[in-house]
Every structure is written in structure tokens, then in C-alpha cells.
């Protein structure tokens, strides 16, 4: 039989980590055994109530977040949980030995849940000295992230996890994330660009020039293939497997760019850039900003090296100080 998530994490770092990656795969299954049933029961649609974000919360979104915290609330390693659905960290102050900060997006894509396009649940792990205070300790750069991984509810169910080496994907089988592959590298150069296209026109100039010039093949050499679900997961894993890029400019409707930093950008820059990608907010590389506040924004051009290169090229990327 193929390796377990749990075996495979604490043969290449440790038990404390197995653990607690092992415990959001198990409410990963959870969420996912809904999310197969979604249309059956009472369980899609709006739950009544707006997170922080201004945004419609899902049934579904209420339930991977309650079932993701009540993982977090059990295991004593854990020192602060930061949720997208959450306004505030919630801080254990009782728990002096805990080392880990776990910062999640329960259920990105969400709004697709209800048209059956995949969705996934993003978490960032971070590292806490014992005793030090955890609410200051969520706002580190990504650098600084202990492992990072997502979970792409599509046709199978596949976790991909970091923790510093390299990028391996299980698949949920019986109830148990198997090893599926190990040791991912992304493509060096792909064929899709991926970006909402309606927003071109309230984006800084430099991005529609971008995918003009994938279009006609004058940025990296080719032409380039249109791919966007609107689903953050299915649109990196794509990435992550067929190379190429995705880009979430900044909008006038969203001046930051859409996508959040700690929950969001983070983790996946994380995996990409051990797959041997790479990703910046147009100006610095994601895992060097650092956070002003946990709900925070940022532009992202994440991807193959070569795509996030030549992006980089148009935008002028400035060497920080
Ligand atoms: P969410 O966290 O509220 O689900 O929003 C994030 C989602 C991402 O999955 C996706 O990449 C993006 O929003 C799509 O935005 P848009 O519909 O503006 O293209
Ligand atoms: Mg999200």
C-alpha cells in the first residue's frame, strides 16, 4: 500500500508536524464527504450571514470553518488559529508548549460550490517560540512559514503539502490521504495564462499588456491558452502540474488585488517555489512582505519561473531595500 500522509511527514520531519498536518487532512475528509453530498441535503447555499471580508458566507463555508477550528481547539500544539471566516485570531493563552500558528482559508472558491466546480480548503503553518506571544508571531513573512498546504476538492480529492522539502501530493482513498507523487517539480515554462479577464479594464495597464503579448506570443516565445476556473486551487494545480501563470491583478474594485496574503498567497508561493516556481505581488516576492494585518491583500503573479519572469520584466520588479 502507498505511504500515508502521516508516515511520509514524519519520516522527512517530524512527529509534532505529522500530527498536526494528519488532523486537517482527517477534517479535510470531512469537509469533502459533504461537499459530495452537497446537493442532497440542506447544505449549499447562503448561510445568512458576511464574513469579515464583506462576503456572503456558505453553509459550506461555516462548516469547513467549524470543522477545521474544532480541529485546531484539540490539539494542544497549537498556539492561534486565523481563519478567513473570523474577524479575530482566536489565541490559546493556556497553552505555554505550543509551537504552531495555523492560518486557513477553509473553503476558497466557494461561490462555485453551488454550480459543483471545485473548490479547496488553504492553510499556512507557522511557528511560535514557546511562550512567546502568538498574536504578534502571526504577523511574520512568509519566509518564515514551517509547512504549507491545500486541499483540491475536483474529481479526486488531493492534498499537496511543503515543509520545506519539496512538494508531494496523496490522494484521499478510503478515507486516507495516500502518497500520489512525490518530490512535484512545476514546469519551467507552460502554455496557459490564467487571469479573470473581465478585469482588464480596471487593472494597471502593464497586465493587459501582459496577456496581449502571451496572446500573441511575443513575451516568452510562444502563444499562449486561456485557462481560468475562478476557483484559486483548481487554477493553481493546474499551474502547479501544466506550468504557466495565474495573475490576480490589483483592480479598481479591489486597489490591493483580490487574494489574501497570510491564507492565500503564502501557502501556495510556499509550494510553488519549492516545486521550483516562483511568485510576486508584481513588485517583491510573496514570501518577503510582511504583514501588516492578518485579513490583509496582495496582487499575485504566481507560476512557472519563465511567465513570472517575463510578467516581472513589464512590471520592473524593484530590488527591496
Ligand atoms: P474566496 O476566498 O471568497 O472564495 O475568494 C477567492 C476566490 C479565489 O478562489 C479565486 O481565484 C478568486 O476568488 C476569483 O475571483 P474573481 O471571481 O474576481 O475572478
Ligand atoms: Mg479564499
Redesign the pocket.
Known amino acids: 500500500m502507498a505511504m500515508t500522509l502521516f508516515q511520509h511527514v514524519r519520516q522527512r520531519h517530524n512527529a509534532d508536524l505529522a500530527a498536526l498536518i494528519n488532523a486537517i487532512a482527517d477534517g479535510a475528509a470531512a469537509i469533502e464527504a459533504k461537499i459530495r453530498i452537497a446537493g442532497l441535503g440542506d447544505v449549499l447555499g447562503a448561510a445568512g450571514n458576511e464574513n469579515i ?1 464583506g ?1 456572503q458566507q456558505q453553509k459550506l463555508d461555516v462548516f469547513a470553518n467549524d470543522t477545521l477550528t474544532d480541529v485546531m481547539k484539540a490539539l494542544p500544539t497549537v498556539a492561534a488559529v486565523v481563519s ?1 471566516e473570523d474577524d479575530q485570531p482566536l489565541i490559546f493563552t493556556d497553552r505555554p508548549n505550543a509551537k504552531f500558528i495555523a492560518i486557513f ?1 477553509p ?6 460550490i453551488d454550480v459543483n466546480v471545485n473548490v ?1 480548503t488553504i492553510v499556512s503553518i507557522q511557528g511560535v517560540k514557546p511562550g512567546a506571544d502568538a498574536r504578534a508571531a502571526i504577523l511574520q513573512p512568509g519566509s518564515e512559514q514551517v509547512a504549507a498546504l491545500y486541499v483540491n476538492y475536483g474529481p479526486s480529492t488531493i492534498l499537496v503539502y511543503t515543509a520545506g522539502k519539496g512538494v508531494h501530493a496523496f490522494t484521499l482513498s478510503g478515507g486516507e490521504f495516500l502518497l500520489s507523487s512525490e518530490d512535484m517539480l512545476m514546469p519551467e515554462q507552460g502554455t496557459y495564462y490564467s487571469m ?1 479577464e ?2 482588464i479594464g480596471d487593472s494597471e495597464k502593464v497586465y493587459g499588456k501582459a496577456i496581449d503579448r502571451f496572446r500573441d506570443g511575443t513575451l516568452v516565445g510562444q502563444k499562449y491558452s486561456s485557462r ?1 476556473v ?4 483548481a ?1 493553481f494545480h493546474r499551474t502547479l502540474l501544466k506550468g504557466g501563470v ?1 495573475l ?1 491583478p490589483p483592480t479598481k474594485k ?1 486597489p490591493n488585488g ?3 496574503l497570510l491564507y ?1 498567497a503564502n501557502p501556495l508561493s510556499f509550494i510553488a517555489e519549492q516545486a521550483g516556481g516562483a511568485a510576486s505581488n508584481g513588485r517583491y516576492r510573496i514570501l518577503e512582505i510582511t504583514p501588516t494585518e492578518p485579513h490583509m491583500r496582495t496582487p499575485l503573479v504566481i507560476g512557472s519561473l519563465s511567465e513570472v519572469s517575463a510578467v516581472g520584466g513589464l512590471i520592473t520588479i524593484t530590488p527591496r531595500e
Open positions: 471580508q462576503e478567513e482559508d473553503l476558497d472558491g466557494s461561490s462555485n479547496g479573470n473581465g478585469n481560468y475562478g476557483s484559486f486551487i487554477d495565474f490576480y479591489a483580490k487574494l489574501r492565500e
